[in-house]
């Protein structure tokens, strides 16, 4: 996939962490904001009925092929869809994880990539996942987040270094209303990564009952 032209061409990886760790996806030290959050995400309405159409397959001589690489309008495909109807059964799939892909040529801006994780829970857009093109944007993608959003109630200031010993600052930044939560963090796994969480009450509700159910190895 093409990746964000504000990525930049280069720059040192290696880095390591210092200052400050985040244990937890959202943390809720102050009150939810009572103002009423904008509910939309590129145009998608949060906590409603998902309405995008189901993204064009490929002909295929077995199965139902799979999934178009590009689309010329914007649409949603099942998580770790193979085409193959035997393999798809058998996969972990509850109807909940899916992506939206959107047409090369309208991309979200802030985004790095075409397709976007989504949680769809009873038929309801209820999450959004997104990653960025890290530090290079994270100032650029805050102020976007603020002018939607407002201020933060929580702000994580860190500061990266490099083997070269260069340092880098960035936050994790995080919105928490009565039926919104989102949170940002400039730089996550590397230096060119950055991600969005965001979640309405009955997606933050999923996320967490899904941490406390016992993985395979454990039943």
Do not use: H
Request: glycine content about 8%; hydrophobic content about 35%; charged content about 25%.
């Amino acid at each position: 996939m093409r990746k964000n032209s504000l990525r930049p061409n280069q720059m040192k990886r290696g880095l390591f962490l210092v200052g400050l760790c985040f244990a937890t996806a959202f943390v809720a030290s102050t009150r939810a904001q009572v103002v009423k959050p904008e509910m939309t995400v590129f145009g998608l309405p949060l906590g409603e009925k998902l309405t995008l159409p189901e993204c064009p397959r490929e002909r295929a001589k077995r199965g139902i092929g799979k999934y178009a690489s590009s689309v010329d309008s914007t649409c949603w495909q099942a998580w770790n869809d193979t085409g193959d109807p035997i393999a798809f059964k058998m996969k972990d799939y509850d109807g909940v994880n899916r992506y939206v892909l959107f047409p090369v040529r309208e991309k979200p801006e802030i985004s790095d990539y075409e397709k976007l994780p989504i949680f769809v829970i009873d038929g309801n857009l209820e999450g959004v996942n997104l990653g960025t093109a890290g530090y290079a944007v994270q100032d650029a993608v805050l102020a976007k987040l603020v002018a939607k959003w407002g201020k933060p109630q929580t702000v994580v200031p860190r500061t990266l270094q490099n083997g070269f010993g260069a340092k880098y600052n960035t936050v994790t930044a995080m919105w928490t209303f009565e039926n919104l939560f989102v949170r940002f963090q400039g730089v996550s796994t590397g230096i060119e990564q950055g991600n969005i969480t965001i979640r309405t009450k009955k997606g933050k509700e999923w996320d967490e009952a899904q941490e406390q159910r016992p993985s395979r190895s454990e039943l």
